[in-house]
């Protein structure tokens, strides 16, 4: 598959190393975060992590235990929403 927004990316051409630092401490995760923070395609970046649950790595500037916490917020909100607009229809 291909990810066009992949040649923009500030990443691209850096040591890949840094994205995967030993841990999710945010010392180790420092550098890789600092790229991502100027990136242009940083939300590209995230959504693809997000969209195929990596486990590893750093990815549009967030570790894997912050990906999955924001997978379980969109969730958690998509379950309000329908419950929401299921109340509404009643």
Not at 29 to 58: N, T, W
């Amino acid at each position: 598959m291909k990810q066009p927004w992949r040649a923009k990316a500030a990443c691209n051409g850096l040591d890949p190393t840094i994205f995967y630092p030993q841990s999710d401490d945010d010392d180790d995760a420092s550098a890789a975060k600092s790229v991502c923070a100027v990136c242009p395609v940083q939300a590209d970046c995230l959504e693809y992590a997000l969209g195929f649950r990596e486990k590893e790595g750093i990815w549009g500037g967030a570790t894997e235990r912050e990906r999955r916490r924001i997978i379980r917020q969109r969730r958690r909100a998509a379950y309000a929403a329908a419950a929401s607009a299921g109340r509404r229809s009643a």
